[in-house]
């Protein structure tokens, strides 16, 4: 017998992705309960329902256990969806909801949380049959109403019993495939999410610095660096690159008095250093653990904690007088700068997933999670933020390879890779060039390069660091000519320098 076809859905947290999820599941024919601590919230929901002819549909709860009532049907299961920050609030809400829960309820957490919350959660919700799915969900408020990226991870069971609602509301492809797939255990599928904004960072700022290139660099008016990122957007190897075409958006945009938007926007981005949003540091700590140089994203993490103190920036320029301040690039020609500068975005994007994906590599050989990549791609090839048509085609045969599962090479050891970064290899070095000589500040474009450049080289400056931590911490060394050898402490030690009184140690 066909499980019994789910058609209430419970939306817990209706701020920006939870208002709009309401919609789109009603839109979709399911009647949903609304429950969110800030009152205003709730009504702005059912307001936006009543002008989409939606409010028979989206339906305001008092309490977690009116919800629980109301999701209530002679068949199971109940789907109770979250969207609220990270942390206390998804502790708050189970403890709210705990009382009217029971076997066969499934909570869908579409929040961007801690993973090992998410395992926290399951583990202790498990032995009493209610199921915890941890999904990631990509595409901002837009995608929310129109259909993100869904990468739901936890208990197998539950995951398919729901997939067939998710597919019916989640993004679709060209093709009319939805984007959502199955991710794997556990928190897979909000590490995934995680990880995902991690490689949305380090993209955010590659095209950040190549607008700071083009506007502060080149002179381009805000409208000719829309036009540029809009010609970027169709060539081949940036074809529709959803941050590339919103940028060109943020370069066009203007207000009621004829006034570029972006023009004051002030540079500071502070979701890392609040804490509101959490993904971007546990993108890094995870790099560190898993020690998997992920050096770009990391440097646009750093440079977004930067950023956000602007009071402090302020202090740190008056001390240095504006010696450092940017300068305009000296070119011969613009245009074909520009396609440098175009190839270098492309080189500095790839190494983005390139370095996402041999994180989330590790991980997934760490927990067991074998995970599917080309499914995974799959799921951010519409609706997310990080959708790039060309990059992910490119990407996709990589991935669907044997050694992805296996603990084998890193994806930078793949042919077809290395033949897109060898040829966009000059573009970034002349652009790094260029933009270090007017004091740009480019840590991302900068960052990938040099991780490119030591992650495919065999002689690396490590050869004089490794000699000094012998000399002063007898940490000992693996020989030149032997092979590489294994990742871990070598054989030989030499007495540089035998310690006060000692002949040897
Ligand atoms: N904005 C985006 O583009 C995306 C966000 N996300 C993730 O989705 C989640 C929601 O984001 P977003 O909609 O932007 O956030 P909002 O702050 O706009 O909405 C969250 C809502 O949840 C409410 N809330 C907090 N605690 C509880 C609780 N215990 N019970 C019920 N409601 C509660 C909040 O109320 P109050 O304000 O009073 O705290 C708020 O109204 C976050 O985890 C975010 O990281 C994921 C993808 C994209
Ligand atoms: O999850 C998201 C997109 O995918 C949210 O937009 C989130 O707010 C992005 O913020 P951050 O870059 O700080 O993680």
Not at 127 to 150: D, L
Request: glycine share 8%; hydrophobic share 35%; proline share 4%.
């Amino acid at each position: 017998m066909s499980e019994p076809r789910i058609q209430k859905v419970g939306m817990v947290g209706v701020g920006s992705m939870g208002s709009m999820m309401s919609l789109l599941f009603a839109e979709h024919g399911y009647q949903v309960f609304l429950f969110d601590i800030e009152q205003s919230q709730m009504e702005k929901t059912q307001k936006k329902a009543q002008d989409l002819n939606l409010q028979e549909d989206v339906i305001r709860q008092d309490s977690y256990s009116q919800l629980c009532k109301s999701l209530s049907t002679d068949s199971q299961p109940r789907l109770i969806v979250f969207s609220i920050p990270h942390g206390l609030a998804g502790d708050k809400c189970l403890q709210g909801l705990r009382p009217s829960l029971t076997t066969g309820d499934i909570i869908l957490d579409c929040s961007n949380e801690h993973y090992k919350n998410t395992e926290r959660r399951q583990e202790e919700l498990r032995p009493h049959g209610i199921f915890y799915v941890g999904c990631g969900v990509s595409g901002g408020y837009q995608s929310a109403r129109a259909g993100p990226s869904m990468s739901p991870g936890g208990d197998r069971e539950a995951v398919e019993r729901i997939l067939p609602i998710l597919r019916i509301v989640a993004a679709k492809d060209d093709g009319g495939k939805p984007c959502v797939n199955y991710i794997g255990p556990g928190g897979s599928g909000h590490f995934v999410k995680m990880l995902h904004n991690g490689i949305e960072q380090g993209m955010m700022l590659v095209i950040a610095e190549a607008w700071y290139i083009l506007t502060r660099g080149l002179g381009l008016s805000y409208n000719e660096a829309g036009q540029v990122l809009y010609q970027w957007n169709e060539s081949p190897e940036l074809s529709k690159c959803f941050l590339i075409a919103i940028g060109a958006d943020v370069n066009q945009e203007k207000d009621e008095k004829a006034n570029h938007v972006v023009s004051y926007v002030q540079d500071k981005v502070v979701q890392d250093v609040d804490e509101s949003e959490g993904t971007g540091t546990w993108t890094c700590e995870e790099a560190v653990r898993l020690h998997s140089p992920a050096a770009t994203i990391i440097s646009a993490h750093l440079f977004r904690c930067a950023s956000a103190d602007l009071t402090q920036r302020m202090k740190n320029e008056k001390v240095s007088k504006g010696t450092y301040a940017t300068k305009p690039l000296q070119v011969n020609d613009k245009d074909s700068f520009i396609e440098q500068l175009r190839m270098a975005t492309y080189f500095c994007f790839l190494l983005c997933f390139v370095q996402g994906l041999n994180l989330l590599r590790r991980k997934s050989q760490q927990k067991g999670w074998e995970i599917n990549y080309p499914d995974l791609l799959h799921v951010w090839s519409a609706g997310s933020i990080i959708r790039a048509d060309a990059i992910m085609s490119l990407l996709q045969p990589i991935c669907s390879q044997p050694r992805m599962k296996s603990d084998g090479d890193d994806i930078l050891a793949d042919q077809t890779l290395e033949k897109e970064l060898s040829r966009s290899f000059d573009s970034t070095k002349n652009v790094v060039l260029k933009a270090i000589e007017a004091n740009m500040i480019i840590p991302a474009i900068s960052q990938s390069l040099e991780y490119f450049k030591y992650s495919t080289r065999t002689e690396l400056p490590t050869q004089f660091m490794e000699a000094e931590l012998d000399y002063f911490g007898h940490h000992n060394f693996d020989i030149r000519g032997y092979g590489p050898g294994e990742a871990k402490k070598g054989s030989h030690h030499h007495e540089w320098k035998p310690a006060k009184g000692t002949s040897d140690k």
